[in-house]
C-alpha cells in the first residue's frame, strides 16, 4: 500500500502541471481577447506584436514548469513508476472536461523535457485520442430561416455588433442576402428551403479583418458560410461573404496566420469547421486557430496511424536537391521532413542555429498566405526499414548531428514538418501553358505580398517555391530569410573604365544585408515566354525603388495586409 506521503506527492505533482496548463491557458486568453480591441482601435501593429507573443507561451509555459518540478521534487520526478501514477491521477481529474486534450498535451510536454522521451512512451504519456466532445458544448447562435433573410441578416450583424458602429447596415444585409440568393441559385435550391443560419459564437480575428463563422443548415446538406468585417475607419462593413468551400478552405489555410477567437470549446469549434471544411485536416485547423502544440499532436497521431496502415518508404522529395536540407517524403502522405544538414553546400555560408532563427521568425510571422506553417519536432522516431536504401545512407552520413540508428529505429532529434507543394520550377514544366503563366504571375505576387508583410525571401530561386492544390503560390525554404527593414536595398555598380573600378587596388565594400535586386533576373530560370511575362507584370520587382518604397513604408509605421478572399492577393495598405 502506498504511504500517504505518497500519494500527496502525486496529487501535488499533478496539480503543479494542471495550475501551470491554467495559467498559460488565461494568458493565452488575454492575448487573444486583445484582439477585439486591437480591431475596434486599428492597431495593425499591436496585433502583428500579438502573434509571435502567443507562440512564444506554450513553451515558456513548459519550461517554468519543468524547473519548478526539478527544484521541488528533485529525483523523485524522475521514478518512472510514479510518473506513471501521476499520469493516471492528472487523467482521470480531466474526464468529460472541455479541451481536455490540451491539457493532457501540456502534461506530455513535460513528461517528454523530465524523461528525453524518444518516439512515444505510453508509460509516460497520454497517447490515445481524446473522445470527440460534441457540438453541443459549442455556444453557438442560431437564426431560424424565415421567408425574409434580410431581416434574419440583420439580427446576425446585431448580435455580432462592436462599439465601433456599422457604416451602413442596410448595404451590408443587402449584400449578405444577395449572396447567399445566388449561392442558392447556383446550385438549385430554394433559398427559402434553408433551415437555419448557424454562427460560432465568437469573432475570429486575422490581420485586419473580422470573421463570422458559420453554416447554413439545409436537410442533412451543411453549406458554409464565412462573413468577413472590415473597421474602415470611419465604420464597421461587410466586407465579403464566403460561402464556397474553396473561398473558406483559403481563409483558414496553412498558409495563413493563426487565429485571436473565443469559442467556448476549441474541440468543438474545430469539429465544426469540419462540417464546412471536410477535406481540410483535423491538425491544420487546430493549428491555424493558434493551438500550435494541439495542431502537432494531432498531426503526429494521424502520421503514426498512416504509417502502420501503409508499406511504402521514405524516398527524397521530387525537385531540386537543397543546400541547406535533406527533404524527405512518404509519397502516400502529404507531408515533408526536413532536417538540418552537418555541412551546407557551396555558397551557403549560415550556421545550424541561424537556419533554425530563421525558421522561429517565420513562426512568429505574419504568414500572408504565402508562407508554409512549419512544425518542429524533437525526438522523432522513424522505423528504419521505411527508408529507401540510398536515403537512408545519405541521413546517417549527411546529418550524424541530427540523426542516429537505434536498432529498427531511425531517430531524429530534430525535424521540421510541413505539407508538401509542388516546387515550381517542376509544376511550370509539367502544367499548361496558361496555367504555367498563372503561376509564374502568381509568384511575383507572392514575392510583393511577402515583401509588404516585411519578409524578404533572400533565395528566389522557383525550386524554393511551391505550387498548392488550390494553384496558389508560396515560399517554403527559410534559411535565408530577412526583414525587408534589415536590408539594404542598392544599384549595382558601374563598371565603367574612367572611374577606376577596374584598377586592381579598387574595392567595393558589400555587406552581408546588401540587397542588388537587379541581380534577380539570373533566378528567373524560364523559358523566354514565361520570362517576359514575369517582367511584365513584375518587372519592378528588378528595381532598387521598389524595395526602398517597401522598406520606407514599413520603416513610417505603415502596415499592408494580404486579404484572402475575392478582391484578395492585392494588398491594401493600412495605415497604423
Not at 496553412?254 to 471536410?278: E, G, M
Not at 545550424?352 to 513562426?363: A, I, T, W
Not at 536590408?487 to 565594400?509: K, Q
Not at 517576359?532 to 520587382?541: C, S
Request: include cysteine; glycine fraction near 6%.
Amino acid at each position: 500500500m502506498k504511504s500517504s506521503a505518497h500519494r500527496n506527492v502525486i496529487a501535488y505533482t499533478a496539480q503543479i502541471i494542471y495550475d501551470g496548463f491554467a495559467q498559460y491557458n488565461r494568458q493565452f486568453q488575454r492575448i487573444t481577447d486583445r484582439a477585439r480591441r486591437r480591431f475596434e482601435q486599428r492597431d495593425w501593429k499591436g496585433q502583428i506584436q500579438d502573434i509571435g507573443e502567443r507562440v512564444e507561451l506554450y513553451d515558456k509555459w513548459c519550461l517554468k514548469i519543468h524547473r519548478r518540478l526539478r527544484k521541488e521534487l528533485g529525483k523523485t520526478i524522475s521514478d518512472r513508476t510514479t510518473w506513471s501514477e501521476i499520469r493516471d491521477f492528472y487523467g482521470s481529474r480531466l474526464e468529460n472536461v472541455p479541451d481536455a486534450g490540451f491539457m493532457k498535451t501540456f502534461f506530455n510536454s513535460i513528461s517528454r523535457r523530465l524523461f528525453g522521451t524518444v518516439g512515444t512512451d505510453a508509460d509516460l504519456e497520454f497517447i490515445q485520442p481524446p473522445p470527440d466532445e460534441g457540438l453541443e458544448s459549442l455556444a453557438k447562435r442560431r437564426y431560424p430561416c424565415w421567408e425574409n433573410i434580410e431581416d434574419t441578416f440583420r439580427a446576425v450583424l446585431r448580435d455580432f455588433r462592436f462599439r465601433i458602429p456599422f457604416l451602413d447596415v442596410d448595404a451590408d444585409v443587402a449584400l449578405m442576402a444577395t449572396k447567399v440568393r445566388e449561392y442558392a441559385h447556383r446550385r438549385g435550391i430554394d433559398v427559402n428551403r434553408f433551415h437555419r443560419f448557424e454562427f460560432i459564437d465568437s469573432h475570429f480575428f486575422q490581420g485586419a479583418r473580422a470573421y463570422l463563422v458559420g453554416r447554413i443548415m439545409h436537410g442533412a446538406q451543411r453549406h458554409p458560410m464565412v462573413v468577413a468585417l472590415e473597421n474602415t475607419g470611419e465604420g464597421i462593413r461587410v466586407d465579403a461573404v464566403l460561402l464556397a468551400e474553396q473561398e473558406v478552405s483559403n481563409v483558414f489555410s496553412y498558409t495563413r496566420s493563426y487565429y485571436f477567437a473565443d469559442p467556448t470549446s476549441v474541440v468543438a469549434a474545430v469539429q465544426f469547421l469540419k462540417t464546412i471544411l471536410p477535406r481540410k485536416p483535423i491538425d491544420e485547423l487546430y493549428t491555424v486557430l493558434g493551438r500550435l502544440r494541439q495542431g502537432k499532436t494531432e498531426r503526429f497521431r494521424v502520421f503514426s496511424d498512416h504509417l502502420k496502415k501503409t508499406d511504402d518508404q521514405f524516398v527524397h522529395t521530387e525537385g531540386d536537391e537543397g543546400l541547406v536540407m535533406h527533404v524527405f517524403t512518404l509519397k502516400s502522405f502529404n507531408l515533408v521532413f526536413k532536417v538540418i544538414r552537418d555541412q551546407f553546400g557551396y555558397p551557403k555560408n549560415t550556421t545550424r542555429e541561424e537556419v533554425m532563427s530563421k525558421y522561429r521568425l517565420v513562426s512568429n510571422h505574419d504568414h500572408a498566405g504565402r508562407l508554409i506553417d512549419t512544425q518542429e519536432f524533437r525526438n522523432l522516431k522513424l522505423p528504419a526499414h521505411r527508408f529507401e536504401p540510398g536515403l537512408l545512407e545519405e541521413l546517417l552520413t549527411g546529418a550524424a548531428e541530427t540523426i542516429h540508428r537505434n536498432g529498427d529505429d531511425l531517430v531524429l532529434n530534430h525535424v521540421y514538418i510541413e505539407r508538401r507543394v509542388r516546387p515550381l520550377n517542376l509544376y511550370v514544366r509539367e502544367a499548361s501553358a496558361d496555367a504555367a503563366r498563372a503561376a509564374i504571375i502568381d509568384y511575383g505576387t507572392a514575392i510583393k505580398d511577402l515583401a509588404e508583410t516585411n519578409i524578404f525571401p533572400g533565395d528566389l530561386l522557383l525550386k524554393n517555391f511551391g505550387v498548392t492544390a488550390s494553384g496558389r503560390v508560396v515560399f517554403y525554404d527559410y534559411d535565408e530569410v530577412a526583414l525587408v527593414t534589415e536590408c539594404r536595398f542598392r544599384e549595382l555598380p558601374e563598371m565603367d573604365d574612367d572611374d577606376g573600378l577596374m584598377d586592381p587596388g579598387t574595392h567595393i565594400y558589400i555587406a552581408p544585408n546588401d540587397i542588388f535586386p537587379e541581380e534577380f533576373i539570373k533566378f528567373l530560370a524560364m523559358d523566354a515566354e514565361l520570362k517576359n511575362a514575369f517582367l511584365q507584370v513584375h518587372g519592378d520587382l528588378l528595381t532598387p525603388a521598389y524595395w526602398r518604397d517597401v522598406k520606407n513604408r514599413r520603416l513610417l509605421g505603415e502596415i499592408t495586409q494580404v486579404i484572402p478572399y475575392e478582391r484578395t492577393y492585392l494588398a491594401a495598405a493600412v495605415a497604423a
